[in-house]
């Protein structure tokens, strides 16, 4: 049955969340100090990004104390105003290079776009109007009041477009939060390997890619 679903996971997918995390992380919380510390905060952050995200809260509330942990877990002042400030830079990280481009052609090619992400509405219409993406709808975490690895954003999904599993193909760089829980929902998926990692022997995503726009190249699609 030919996919006519193609559903992506943003940050870390779409818009270059480790760049995102980085340059604002050092922007914000290093200002007075040079900005010398340069390894280990995309890492860490991840980490204490995933413990946060346990139970709902909304994620303007997740950006902010989890960078206020990580600061704390660096031995950095833990600056309120930083880390607002912080939370508030989502909307203007960048996207990748073929980003914009490769949702632009696909949905030329009739497939329909919808965004799966751990994020609050308004964050993430932001984020689509800054960086000027395609999409057809979206669903966050806000909507469905869980985040990923949790299912509800799947399983709503699925619902609200009245579609089988077979017709839709979950692209994504996340590995914990979605390719192995959308594998589980056997739903087909899609590896985007943005930052070069290595996959687990036990984590078999349908395809391996390295960018979004590499699949406008797989034949079966």
């Given at each position: ?30 200002k007075?100090?040079?900005g ?19 139970a ?5 509330d ?8 990580l600061?704390?877990?660096?031995g ?20 990748f ?33 800054n960086?000027?993406?395609?999409v057809?709808?979206?669903?966050t ?7 990923k ?5 799947w399983i ?7 579609t ?6 979950h692209?994504?760089n996340?590995i ?17 390997n943005?930052?070069?990692e ?24």
């Amino acid at each position: 049955m030919a996919i006519k679903y193609l559903t992506f996971d943003c940050y870390g997918t779409l818009i270059d969340w480790k760049t995102g995390i980085e340059t604002n992380f050092k922007k914000f919380f290093l200002k007075d100090k040079g900005g010398v510390l340069s390894t280990g905060i995309f890492s860490s952050y991840v980490v204490l990004e995933a413990k946060e995200e346990k139970a709902y809260k909304a994620y303007r509330d997740i950006l902010t104390d989890t960078s206020l942990r990580l600061a704390e877990n660096l031995g950095l002042e833990q600056s309120e105003t930083a880390a607002r400030k912080f939370a508030d830079s989502i909307t203007h990280w960048p996207a990748f290079e073929d980003t914009a481009p490769a949702l632009k052609e696909l949905g030329r090619r009739g497939y329909k776009r919808i965004i799966l992400s751990n994020i609050d509405r308004n964050l993430l219409k932001e984020t689509i109007k800054n960086n000027n993406l395609e999409v057809d709808d979206f669903i966050t975490a806000q909507d469905v009041k869980s985040y990923k690895p949790e299912k509800k954003h799947w399983i709503t999904f699925l619902k609200s477009f009245k579609t089988r599993k077979e017709k839709v193909l979950h692209v994504a760089n996340g590995i914990y939060h979605d390719i192995v829980p959308a594998s589980e929902l056997g739903l087909k998926t899609a590896w985007v390997n943005r930052y070069g990692e290595e996959l687990p022997e036990d984590v078999k995503p349908s395809y391996v890619i390295d960018r979004v726009s590499d699949l406008l190249d797989i034949s079966e699609l």
